[in-house]
């Protein structure tokens, strides 16, 4: 039975590696089109991807599976976070989803999202959400019949939501939204009557020196450029291709080099966390990140708690110093209140780091309710704009600034969420960091953050999906996920209060 049960398992383990491989294949293909492909070679790649994709799907709906996962279920694991047993568990899950969601169905949502994601361009170049209704009707009803074969116990939207972060549901997002949105509100409130426009800082850069900074920044972060590569696109990623091969973009604009290397550590906060992963376990569980929070935790942590720290600020100046004279001579203070100054506005990707969590507890309320049938298509621009005032006091003028703005709902319900998760994740983690290193300010501003990678290499990444996200929050912090650490954090930064 045993020698049974490990061949089983190494039958298993090998299929999930040629999958994976075959899956990175396609990822390079992918990263190709958004960075270099020559745009009358689309067509030939849109068909090269299906190729694969289809590829993909059968290997991962292949019988055998389940055969092999029957065979090694049938002895009970002894310890459920050995790799063995972690590897079992994932495999179960991905293969059970996939063969529960009919073929079918997956080509037809292939297509909707397709067709949808150009009407959806078109609809908000010209603010007129009635050319994107019906495409959107269609999503969501592809959406509610994907939850529906996929299986829920307590409502549709856990289905959707799981997909992204495994073990969450609709109640546990909501328990921590409803408080979190009234408390971030009452900050708003607080921050606005500081003054904050004598703050403005304009750091224009030709985009060599831009690039040349970026590249300065990641190296320090621990970025590893024999293991991955940093392009430019209009919208930047993070897309990892294999154990040692992980993507990064960013955009410059000519007129303000800080918005690059913003965008840099976010993707690059990302990229370690994929660069961070046991390569001997690449392709299996074990080797995977576990969910969009925990990886947005990553990103959001180096782009705030590290990057609009003040001893990041000292980081930069002397860093400018060296590529950038023209602002060698800015005061790291003036930096600090200019990255941190607080903008709510309507477009959720240029907001703040408080409003940015109101942006999207208005888009969880909205999408649940849709998905739950509670909120019809038709009644979205006025239940958005209804909202967006409760929240942010002010009247949305058009359907481009308010529910048009964003692409998701073309293709994904349930990802919203992941983003405010993984920004309260990212305060707690960067708590107990600091609790266990002590103060990061100094090391930060002699571009030291060698320590801090490290814990994160110890305490996150190189676990890869050992434990679900609300279990690896506790493995790592002692608690469960608590929004007070986000909220103390945004206090501390935007009121100076020391919490
Ligand atoms: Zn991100």
């Known amino acids: ?84 047993a972690v590897n079992l568990r994932w495999i179960r899950r991905s293969y059970d989803k996939a063969m529960r969601l009919p073929g079918e169905l997956v080509a037809e949502q292939a297509e909707a999202a397709s067709s949808a994601y150009d009407a959806w361009k078109d609809a908000r170049a010209r603010a007129d959400f009635t050319a994107f209704q019906p495409h959107l009707e269609r999503s969501l009803a592809l959406a509610r019949r994907e939850a529906d074969h996929l299986g829920w116990e307590t409502c549709r939207y856990d289905a959707l939501l799981d997909i992204y972060e495994p073990g969450a549901t609709a109640a546990m997002v909501s328990d921590l939204f409803t408080p979190l949105g009234q408390e971030l509100r009452a900050l708003l409130d607080e921050v606005d009557q500081s003054p904050s426009e004598e703050n403005g800082v304009a750091l224009p850069a030709a985009i060599p020196v831009q690039e040349a900074l970026c590249r300065e920044v990641l190296a320090a972060i621990g970025f590893d450029f024999d293991r991955g590569r ?56 074990m080797g995977q990140t576990v969910s969009l929070g925990i990886h947005e935790s990553q990103s959001r942590l180096w782009e705030n708690q590290v990057g609009r720290s003040l001893g990041f600020c000292h980081f930069l100046q002397a860093l400018f110093g060296k590529q950038l004279p023209a602002a060698a001579e800015i005061d790291p203070e003036r930096l600090y209140a200019h990255l941190n100054r607080v903008t709510p506005g309507f477009i959720r990707v240029e907001s703040d780091e408080i409003s940015y969590n109101l942006h999207i507890i208005l888009r969880f309320e909205l999408e649940r309710a849709m998905v739950e049938g509670d909120l019809a298509v038709a ?93 690896l929050c506790a493995a790592v912090t002692g608690a469960e996920l608590d929004r007070s650490h986000l909220l103390a954090h945004l206090r501390h930064r935007y009121l100076g209060q020391r919490v």
């Open 379 to 471: 009644d979205l621009p006025g239940a958005w704009n209804d909202r967006f005032r409760e929240l942010f006091g002010r009247e949305v003028p058009d359907d481009a600034r308010g529910c048009l703005q964003d692409v998701h709902w073309t293709a994904a319900f349930g990802y919203f969420p992941t983003y405010t998760l993984g920004n309260c994740y990212a305060a707690q983690f960067f708590t107990t960091a600091c609790q266990e290193l002590g103060d990061q300010e100094a090391a930060f501003a002699r571009g030291d953050f060698a320590s801090l990678c490290d814990w994160l290499r110890t305490a996150i990444h190189r676990q890869g999906s050992r434990y679900l996200p609300h279990e």
């Open 230 to 285: 940093l392009d430019t696109t209009t919208h930047p990623f993070c897309t990892g291709l294999g154990p040692h091969d992980v993507r990064i973009t960013t955009r410059y604009h000519e007129d303000d080099c800080l918005d690059a290397i913003s965008g840099a550590l976010h993707e690059g906060g990302h990229a370690l966390y994929e660069q961070g992963l046991v390569a001997e376990h690449w392709g299996t569980p």
């Open 1 to 84: 039975m045993l020698a049974t049960m490990s061949s089983a398992y190494e039958r298993l383990i090998e299929h999930q590696r040629r999958t994976a491989t075959l899956a990175s294949a396609a990822g390079v293909l992918g990263w190709d089109q958004q960075t270099y492909l020559p745009p009358a070679a689309a067509p030939h790649r849109g068909a090269q991807a299906a190729a694969l994709a289809g590829m993909v799907h059968e290997w991962r709906v292949d019988p055998r599976l389940g055969e092999w996962l029957a065979a090694c279920e049938e002895t009970p694991a002894e310890n459920p976070a050995s790799q063995q």
